[in-house]
């Protein structure tokens, strides 16, 4: 089955602990992107890739750090610098210019 | 300026009718796409219909489609012959810009309606 995994569904963070949040596509997509959403609120981006070994930063980046190593892989790190991490992130990707697809999310608590 | 705004925080719809959610967008760029996402409590946020902004004709898909009225920046949509399962959050998005400029594709979304189906 072609689409985006997520995972973990749930991941708690303990005060001043790097989390990653995992999201692998195997539909041959080229660009990948981070979104955050917080209640009552649409999607902000955080980071997004056009190709292997190359992100940008989106309008939320700080607190956040990215990797593209894989075409197929583009893991997330909150790190103890973002101060309000508890929401829901969502990875999507496409091909470059087309509709962007979403998979099922992570939602991050703070204990 | 917000670039995608979504009036209505809540809709209310009878089983088997129609209904229209509003969305209005702002930019200065005459090439943009604009996209509406439906996202279920599941949490997962699942592609419905897409406009270009050159695009002659609304678009339709199935029971979606988009009354885009560019003239007055709005790009609404309809929902018609609504059923239990279409209950969820509606969000509108807009990228900016195409392929022949450089840019990421990255989409704007406004915060969304919550759309309820009564029996």
């Known amino acids: 089955d072609g689409g985006i995994t997520q995972s973990p569904k749930y991941l708690f963070r303990k005060e001043g602990q790097n989390v990653t949040l995992s999201c692998e596509q195997n539909l041959n997509h080229d660009a990948m992107y981070w979104y955050r959403q917080d209640p009552g609120q649409g999607l902000r981006l955080i980071y997004y890739?056009?190709?292997?070994?190359?992100?940008q930063k989106g309008d939320i980046a700080e607190g956040y750090s990215v990797s593209r190593e894989k075409k197929e892989s583009f893991p997330l790190t909150v790190t103890s610098a973002q101060k309000n991490p508890t929401a829901f992130y969502l990875c999507?990707?496409?091909?470059?210019?087309?509709?962007?697809?979403f998979g099922p999310g992570t939602r991050l608590l703070v204990l | 300026a917000q670039k995608i705004t979504q009036t209505q925080p809540g809709m209310f719809v009878q089983e088997k009718e129609a209904v229209t959610l509003d969305c209005t967008y702002d930019t200065s760029d005459p090439s943009y796409g604009l996209f509406w996402y439906k996202q279920p409590s599941s949490g997962e946020m699942i592609f419905l219909i897409y406009q270009g902004s050159y695009d002659q004709q609304n678009a339709t898909e199935g029971r979606y489609s988009l009354n885009f009225q560019k003239a007055r920046k709005s790009a609404n949509l309809v929902i018609s012959a609504s059923q239990l399962g279409d209950s969820a959050m509606y969000f509108c998005a807009m990228r900016e810009g195409n392929r022949d400029k450089t840019g990421a594709n990255n989409l704007f979304f406004g915060t969304g309606t919550r759309l309820t189906v009564i029996p």
């Open positions: 999507a990707s496409a091909d470059l210019w087309e509709t962007q697809y």
């Open positions: 890739s056009q190709i292997v070994n190359d992100f």
